[in-house]
């Protein structure tokens, strides 16, 4: 489908939350611009009253689908002391030299 005809599809709630939970978010304008993907996520993240349709009454589900208000630890560098990218630790020409 077109991404119009998805953005149409979307303005009914019951449809906004299938593709929500699928994965696969609705398209939003976000200063003018078309934002789709994981890209559509990260906007509906840091602006949920604004995106999401029903966020004022189940504000704590989205919370913790989205990870609002909690840090990812998993991505610091601190803590895995490796200072190496995910490309150079599969490359085996970089990964013979810093061994």
């Known amino acids: 489908m077109r991404v119009a ?3 149409r599809l979307c303005q009914n709630e019951s449809v906004w939350k299938s593709m929500f939970i699928s994965g696969t ?3 939003l304008l976000r200063g003018g611009r078309l ?3 994981k890209r559509a996520y990260l906007a509906l993240k840091q602006n949920p009253n604004l995106y999401i349709p029903d ?3 189940k504000s704590d589900w989205y919370n913790a689908i989205l990870g609002i208000g909690k840090t990812n630890e998993t991505n610091s560098k601190e803590d895995s002391g490796d200072d190496l990218t995910i490309s150079e630790r599969f490359r085996s020409s970089l990964r013979s030299d810093s061994e």
């Open 55 to 57: 966020y004022e009454e």
């Open 25 to 27: 978010p609705c398209p």
């Open 35 to 37: 934002v789709v993907g």
């Open 5 to 7: 005809a998805v953005a």
